[in-house]
């Protein structure tokens, strides 16, 4: 029989975990889930292992993409067996976090649940999820990760707190997971498409800055100033942005050799870095 993965609740433990392994040359591939598996998720699972050394699951049930109409504490949750599913599968670790977002040790389900208003709006007139309601004036929760265009359309019309939610709590597991590689389904297309947006967003700044290093003779200091443009049209806010010496980490003010272009950005709470090697 197999083992079963690895149980990881804490946030702190989970990144410590991934970086543990990548500092060995592991690559990780992530699949975010809110539990209760079917075979759905299993097929990703099943890519997720054939794209990288190891695998990544999370299980979690995102209050923030719950309107207060909807039954959140109906959701329904097999952990156990997800795990003897997940361990037929091989995967190394799950992550099940009991709350991610930024005020205290609640706001799991449960908590927020009992918790919540049953009107749909805030103080201020627009729509909040069951994390906002919970604590009765809306005020609960109040950076998120948008990405406008596409989320107000399609389900976006009547669910209009759904999206903005799915892209805040993946933003986050991004940040605590640091997978190599990430699986999604496209049963939701629009939820699909909204996620690709945003976890583009840095790597496409990073590609045209790494075109122009290679093709049109620019600047390391034109370089930088393009990677912040682009990122803050993403709506993401620069943390830094250094171009070094692939070897020394040394920053370089010409690419005459390897080097490596290394970015930090923030996309609402969620601190997201990135880089592209440049080999001259």
């Given at each position: 029989?197999?083992?079963?993965?690895?149980?990881?609740?804490?946030?702190?433990a989970?990144?410590?975990?991934?970086?543990?392994?990548?500092?060995?040359?592991?690559?990780?591939?992530?699949?975010?889930?809110?539990?209760?598996?079917?075979?759905?998720?299993?097929?990703?699972?099943?890519?997720?292992?054939?794209?990288?050394?190891?695998?990544?699951?999370?299980?979690?049930?995102?209050?923030?993409?719950?309107?207060?109409?909807?039954?959140?504490?109906?959701?329904?949750?097999?952990?156990?067996g997800?795990?003897?599913?997940?361990?037929d599968?091989?995967?190394?670790?799950?992550?099940?976090?009991?709350?991610?977002?930024?005020?205290?040790?609640g706001?799991?389900?449960?908590?927020?649940?009992?918790?919540?208003?049953?009107?749909?709006?805030?103080?201020?007139?627009?729509?909040?999820?069951?994390?906002?309601?919970?604590?009765?004036?809306?005020?609960?929760?109040?950076?998120?990760?948008?990405?406008?265009?596409?989320?107000?359309?399609?389900c976006?019309?009547?669910?209009?707190?759904?999206?903005?939610?799915?892209?805040?709590?993946?933003?986050?597991?991004?940040?605590?997971?640091?997978?190599?590689?990430?699986?999604?389904?496209?049963?939701?297309?629009?939820?699909?498409?909204?996620?690709?947006?945003?976890?583009?967003?840095?790597?496409?700044?990073?590609?045209?800055?790494?075109?122009?290093?290679?093709?049109?003779?620019?600047?390391?200091?034109?370089?930088?100033?393009?990677?912040?443009?682009?990122?803050?049209?993403?709506?993401?806010?620069?943390?830094?942005?250094?171009?070094?010496?692939?070897?020394?980490?040394?920053?370089?003010?010409?690419?005459?050799?390897?080097?490596?272009?290394?970015?930090?950005?923030?996309?609402?709470?969620?601190?997201?870095?990135?880089?592209?090697?440049?080999?001259p």
């Open positions: 029989m197999a083992s079963e993965p690895e149980v990881i609740r804490d946030k702190t989970m990144r410590r975990w991934s970086r543990s392994h990548r500092s060995k040359g592991k690559t990780l591939a992530f699949v975010p889930t809110m539990g209760f598996l079917h075979e759905g998720h299993l097929a990703l699972v099943r890519a997720a292992g054939a794209l990288a050394d190891l695998t990544v699951v999370s299980v979690y049930v995102n209050p923030g993409q719950f309107a207060p109409s909807e039954d959140l504490d109906a959701y329904p949750a097999d952990l156990r997800d795990l003897h599913k997940l361990a599968l091989g995967v190394h670790a799950v992550f099940c976090p009991t709350n991610l977002y930024d005020y205290g040790e706001g799991g389900r449960g908590e927020v649940q009992a918790r919540r208003t049953e009107g749909a709006v805030g103080s201020s007139g627009l729509p909040v999820s069951c994390l906002e309601a919970a604590a009765g004036d809306g005020s609960g929760h109040e950076t998120w990760v948008r990405v406008e265009k596409l989320e107000r359309g399609l976006g019309m009547s669910r209009p707190v759904f999206f903005r939610g799915v892209a805040t709590v993946v933003a986050k597991l991004f940040n605590i997971v640091e997978p190599d590689i990430a699986v999604f389904g496209k049963k939701d297309y629009q939820q699909w498409r909204i996620i690709c947006r945003m976890a583009l967003s840095i790597y496409k700044s990073l590609s045209k800055a790494k075109y122009a290093a290679l093709h049109e003779q620019s600047t390391c200091q034109e370089l930088k100033s393009l990677v912040v443009q682009l990122v803050t049209e993403a709506g993401g806010i620069i943390d830094y942005v250094e171009i070094v010496e692939q070897e020394s980490l040394i920053p370089v003010e010409e690419i005459n050799r390897p080097a490596v272009i290394c970015i930090a950005a923030w996309f609402g709470t969620v601190r997201l870095i990135d880089n592209m090697e440049i080999n």
